[in-house]
């Protein structure tokens, strides 16, 4: 979550020292309003992030350790289309038809129903971030593992739909007191902008642009 936009959410809630709420409760709330905002208005880029755990081979040969470390990685993404981008332990591989020695390489591909992905070098604990559009037309909103990739031009969206999940959270913890108050006037002054779509933000789809791997 880019600080900017918590401390924003925070200044707007007068919490901007987070003493009614911690720092993980505002991420929380965030990626909620990121979700709405992708389901709304039919924003298509996802990022699945993921550690690639690799069990203790060691009782193994060195070649079956070699051949365990290179299985390909099952990705269970019903709403997965295209990849766009691959990163391992934040840098960025190259997609390759077949891995070869040398260089920072992925194959990505489909067998059937199942999405396969290898990668090298690879290592035990890697830090893999896969980002992909998805098809809009298979709801995958709530999947906890799943952040949508939210244009700049949704902020002031994202901003009041996280004061909201925010006001919601205050009412109930400070229900008969004056923080509470607090928190339903931010509701009444945030929540009007949840009932209707902006006009400007859907005329302008156009932004999005993506360069796609075309699939081997």
């Known amino acids: 979550m880019d600080n900017s936009l918590m401390g924003e959410i925070a200044l707007r809630c007068n919490d901007i020292n987070f003493k009614d709420f911690g720092k993980s409760t505002y991420e929380r709330c965030f990626l909620r309003a990121s979700r709405k905002v992708a389901r709304r208005y039919e924003l298509i880029q996802r990022i699945y992030e993921f550690d690639s755990e690799i069990p203790d081979y060691s009782n193994l040969s060195s070649d079956k350790q070699t051949e365990k470390l290179n299985e390909e990685i099952i990705f269970n993404l019903s709403s997965f289309k295209a990849e766009y981008m691959v990163k391992v332990n934040n840098y960025e591989y190259t997609k390759v038809k077949r891995i070869e020695v040398g260089g920072y390489q992925y194959v990505l591909y489909r067998d059937e129903n199942k999405i396969l992905f290898n990668y090298s070098p690879r290592s035990e604990n890697d830090k893999i971030e896969l980002r992909y559009t ?28 996280a004061c909201v999940e925010i006001a919601k959270l205050g009412i109930i913890k400070y229900a008969n007191s004056s923080e509470g108050k607090k928190y339903q006037n931010i509701l009444q002054l945030y929540g009007t902008d949840e009932r209707e779509l902006n006009k400007d933000l859907i005329k302008n789809e156009s932004w999005i642009e993506m360069q796609i791997w075309k699939p081997y």
């Open 134 to 161: 998805a098809d809009i037309n298979i709801d995958d909103y709530d999947i906890e593992d799943l952040e949508p990739v939210i244009p700049s031009q949704f902020n002031e969206e994202l901003i009041s739909f």
